[in-house]
């Protein structure tokens, strides 16, 4: 099919690009990409070797020390999805369109890419993350008077305290925690006095996209991509929120190859990408999650 909406009656030089989302669980900051090697094909495999910790003993000056061999185990992340872009550009359209309309295309395929890959990434919580770390279902107020939920209900700001608790029982590091809500329950946050200032929390700098404060040791984000639970339960529609340090999740992620050639059958370009990527929650510890449904109600 030609691209017909880039025939306009009236020329334009200007092309309508697309929003792109931002991306929020895949950027380096949130999910490491220490591992990501050299990738050549979709079923690669990243081998991640880990030590295990030696033991503390106690020391006594009349007794031989004990030497032990350190343990090591072999976590993979195996890279096996892959998504890919093909586009075909007429050149009668090329000729009757002002403006380059290849290159705002190929930009969108891009940002395409690299949102699957976001999403992607997001999956991977819920699953990962390790039992005692998950808080299970809460019911976010979002009403008028967000200080006073309901029986059964909690805040926004309460989910937060929730996930930092189950961080701490697991003596994750403080530094570098991050939190992901999704749009419903950041929404709810930001109308907390509790979301504090730039000023307050040390910095007026946007570290990371889709950055909305700084809360409880949290860099909070905000994300379209949060998942839903799924399956056929009644949390099934509920939004997945999760908070963690960068170290916890890893993602392989290449992109193989970009190439444009001429069309054997038609007067046109065609433009193709392939990427294929990968990811693992190495460290179950290292990540809390929570499913969140929104109570009904206003907000102030």
């Avoid at 040791?217 to 839903?228: E, H, R, T």
Wanted: proline letters at 3%; aromatic letters at 8%; a negative charge.
């Amino acid at each position: 099919m030609a691209i017909t909406n880039f025939v306009p009656e009236l020329w334009s030089a200007a092309v309508q690009v697309g929003f792109e989302k931002e991306l929020i669980y895949s950027q380096p900051t949130v999910a490491n990409r220490d591992y990501e090697g050299t990738l050549t094909q979709m079923g690669d495999t990243v081998h991640v070797t880990s030590i295990g910790a030696p033991t503390i003993r106690t020391y006594d000056k009349t007794t031989d020390i004990t030497i032990e061999d350190l343990s090591d185990s072999d976590t993979a992340i195996i890279v096996n999805q892959g998504k890919y872009w093909a586009f075909r550009v007429n050149d009668v359209d090329k000729a009757q369109a002002a403006g380059n309309f290849q290159s705002p295309a190929m930009d969108l395929a891009g940002a395409g890419i690299k949102d699957a890959l976001d999403q992607y990434v997001a999956s991977l919580y819920y699953a990962g993350a390790d039992a005692a770390n998950k808080v299970g279902r809460l019911t976010v107020w979002n009403g008028a008077d967000f200080f006073k939920p309901n029986t059964g209900q909690v805040t926004a700001y309460d989910a937060l305290a929730a996930l930092k608790a189950k961080l701490d029982a697991q003596s994750v590091p403080s530094s570098g925690r991050y939190a992901i809500l999704d749009a419903g329950t950041g929404g709810a946050l930001a109308h907390d006095s509790r979301l504090l200032s730039a000023a307050t929390s040390g910095s007026d700098q946007t570290l990371r996209n889709g950055i909305i404060g700084r809360v409880l040791g949290f860099d909070v984000m905000v994300s379209n991509n949060a998942p839903l639970v799924g399956g056929a339960g009644a949390d099934q529609n509920d939004r997945v929120i999760c908070a963690g340090v960068r170290s916890a999740v890893s993602v392989a992620q290449q992109l193989l190859e970009t190439e444009a050639l001429r069309s054997e059958l038609r007067f046109a370009d065609i433009v193709r990408g392939l990427s294929v990527y990968g990811g693992k929650v190495m460290m179950p510890k290292g990540i809390a999650t929570a499913t969140i449904t929104m109570a009904a109600g206003v907000a102030a």
